[in-house]
């Protein structure tokens, strides 16, 4: 059972104001909550039904359990279908990029990726293919919003993000800068080597013109068909599969 | 001006029940209804803000104009944010799969993809890519549901759709079926060839046991890192990505 307050405490951080405020967001189903009390974040308090009590793991002792009816995880809930379970975890301090970092690794750099569900698929898939880090531009979507972490299925737990001032960080860096544009050179013939930062624009807009100005590898996925563009999520894929055919062949 | 017949029309058509009874479905932007009158759909009539009337593209005489105002537009459009124009196009009498169709051509084959965007997006993929044949299962979602067409971005005008029995059209027809599976050969050493039928599942439980007997190919994007699986408009964007690699080398 839980309190009016508490109801009210935990739907105010549907919303970005509130997360921020608090420091805390919502991760929902155990998988995912599994997952990322396995990982690097604290998790802070879980709210559950009845019977999804037995399927949760050990859990270490400060983490606050409540037992919650249908009708109050509905209302907690970010989900049209409330998964059973869902948790609240603490946003980390955000770490600084450091430009030595990504030696040795390629990371993805996201120039103003605006909808929640791309900037989560994207996030599942640098971790597939073993991408630590994305640093993103300060006006890229939040990665805490629900709708986000929903489409990351997990992945946002062993991802590291960073959100920085991209011209500052790509002027400093020492490493082949790849940018997914539209009169590059063709993926299938990029030397991609060792490492680098791969850069990814807007939905809409694409790169912007600063960060353009700093690509030093232009590619392109070679278009055979009609369609204008492709949505950003499924570029970012295409670009990781290529790297990683190339790392680990 | 509309009449309330007319908003209530075309507000039906945002249910599929509606779309099928009535055989129209709705599609919105500039761009798209440009793409849909130049392609063999055809577009049954235009709605439109003033400001948009001198954009208009030049058009066959039999579809019927209105202009309308925002009002109007927010009651009628499916999106949150409307784009100041929509038309209703016929839904082609469906076609049938013919097995000899594809012959030298790769087409995807979904068995059950459940999710609107995705089906979208995997139709702007194919577009892009050149593939010009997508085949479903019946069970898969609608492509004129409002959500699958905005992913589209105009690519279904261009892109072929069937809807079938997967094991009855898989049995008969004479070309490899390569499969996305999570223990197959690796992407990466798979010899594609020249034609072939290419198969992903759905989102939450993959391919049906009946059809993943009919692959004869089964193939794998291989994991470095800890996502559990790919989401199916990525992993279908990374195989078009591999197989045009091959045929354009």
Known sequence: ???????????????KKYRKE?????????????EFIHS?????????????QSLLPALPAN????????????????LQTPQGILALVNIPEPPLFKPATP??????????VQDPGNMGTIIRTADWFGFKNIICSNNCVEVYNPKTVQATMGSLSRVN?????????????????FGAVLDGKSIYKTDWGNEGLVILGNEGQGITPPVMKLITHP???????????????????????DISRNLNK
């Open 40 to 52: 690097n974040y604290q998790v802070h308090s879980i709210y559950y039904l009845a019977q999804y």
């Open 22 to 34: 608090n420091g805390i967001f919502i991760i929902e189903g155990i998988k995912s909550i599994e």
């Open 219 to 241: 590619v392109t996925i070679p278009r055979i068909g009609g369609a204008e563009s492709l949505n950003v999520a499924i570029s970012a894929a295409i670009l990781c599969a």
């Open 161 to 177: 993000i960073f959100y920085e001032d991209l011209p500052g960080i790509l002027t400093n860096v020492k490493l082949p800068v």
């Open 63 to 78: 983490i606050k359990l409540f037992e919650v009816n249908n009708a109050e995880l509905d209302k907690i809930s970010t």
């Open 103 to 112: 030696k040795n690794l390629f990371s993805l750099v996201l120039d103003g």
């Open 1 to 15: 059972m839980l309190s009016k307050s508490q109801i009210s405490f935990i739907k105010s951080l549907h919303q």
